[in-house]
Structures are given as C-alpha cells and as structure tokens.
C-alpha cells in the first residue's frame, strides 16, 4: 500500500528549540504541537530560558508546548516545575525520569501530576521505567511518556516491542498518551502510528522528508540515477 499523511491518526508533534522554525512548523496541518529540551535550547544559542520560553508561548498560547526542568536536584525540579508551569495551560513540563545519580523521579512525578501539572516525562527507554512512570502518573492530570524509540534501536533492539508493551500498560490510564520520541527516518512516524502510539516527535530534518510519503518509487528511482550523473559530471570524472 502507499502512504499517504491524510491516513495518519498519531498526532506529530515538531521537536525543536528555533523560534522562526517552530512558528513556521506549527502553521503545517499535520503538525499538532511543538517539543524542546535544554540541548536543543543551546545548540539554537537561546542564552535565557525564561525570555526565550515566554516569547515562544506569547506567539503560540494555545498550542501543546513542553519545555524541560533542568536541576538535578528533585525539589529544585519540583520549583522548577510550577514555575514552567504557570507560563501557560498548553504548558506540559518535562521531567527526565532519573536524575544524572540514577535517583528515580517517580516520587516527584507523583506528586506534580497529583497537583494538576501536565507532564511529560522523558527518556524512558525501559517497559519497567514505563510502569512505574504510568502508575505515579495515575489519576493525574493529562500527561505525557516519552520513551526514546531511536535511541532504543540505536542499542540494536527493535523499539516497537517495548512501544507495543508500553500502550499495553498505559491502556487503563486514559489521561497518559506515549510518546515515539528521537525517531531516526521518515518511517517510524507510519511505524508509529501503526501501532496506535499517540504522539511522536520530528525534527526538522524528517519532517523536510515528508514531500517525499507516497512517492512513486520508479521516478524516484529514476531521479537517483540522474543524480549520481549529474553529479559525476560536475566533478569531471574520468577514467
């Protein structure tokens, strides 16, 4: 069968930390929310975190929007969190599921979503880091788990059985919605959706992709050819 946009029921969400770019993405009509995090924030030269998140939730104050805690001390976190939190309802606070001593944030997202703070709590990459972050996450408030599928396949193991696995745990808890995060091709957002995950987030590189979903494979194949001739040419190769 061939692909096609119009068929996807995931939600794809922009991963980014460019202000111009996130405005720009989010006017796309498959794009239902926008995601960053500190490394991405410095690899953009945002030099102040507040004015830059402030700025970008002026521009887009309705529109699904997570930024990142970045102390690795679980009650400056906890500070953290309220503050980023009260930037605005479409505000989704992320916290690292472990801090950088491999202390688990479960305590601390229990009691976060037990106070009405929609969270979205990343670098998960294990079905049991899944169930304890679905069952602190119970009965909360709207949130969100994000398990690193690429990073998972990166290791060599095939993400969708810990994806699969993960709907099944989260299943009773309506209110929580998985995350495909650091997809690494095109693919993954139909691997995704194929699967019934919720949400996945896409950098700008895979999504520039997405011209491509559907194409006739016989044209591409034909514009490939022409490339690498076109290229040779311009090189004056010669044997």
Not at 186 to 215: E, M, P, S
């Amino acid at each position: 069968m061939t692909p096609t946009l119009d068929a996807l029921r995931i939600k794809i969400f922009a991963d980014g930390a460019d202000k111009a770019g996130m405005l720009d993405m989010i006017q796309k009509p498959y794009i239902s929310g926008l995601t960053t995090n500190p490394t991405l924030m410095r690899k953009a030269g945002v030099a102040d975190y507040r004015a830059f998140a402030q700025d970008v939730l002026a521009a887009l104050p309705n529109v699904p929007i997570s930024f990142e805690v970045f102390s690795d001390d679980f009650a400056d976190m906890e500070r953290q969190a309220y503050e980023i939190a009260s930037w605005g309802t479409n505000v989704y606070v992320k916290i690292p599921v472990t801090n950088t001593q491999a202390e688990p944030a479960f305590g601390l997202v229990r009691r976060l979503a037990q106070a009405g703070i929609k969270l979205n709590v990343t670098a998960l990459m294990t079905l049991e880091q899944v169930r304890e972050v679905s069952a602190a996450l119970a009965g909360g408030t709207p949130s969100c788990i994000s398990v690193f599928a690429g990073r998972i396949a990166d290791t060599g193991r095939d993400p969708l059985l810990i994806m699969r696995a993960a709907l099944e745990v989260m299943r009773p808890h309506p209110e929580q919605e998985l995350i495909w995060a650091s997809p690494r091709e095109l693919l993954n957002i139909f691997q995704a959706d194929a699967i019934g995950c919720h949400i996945i987030t896409v950098t700008t590189d895979i999504l520039k992709k997405l011209d491509l979903v559907g194409r006739d494979l016989d044209e591409y194949s034909l514009d490939t050819v022409k490339m690498f001739y076109n290229d040779a040419q311009q090189a004056h190769y010669q044997l």
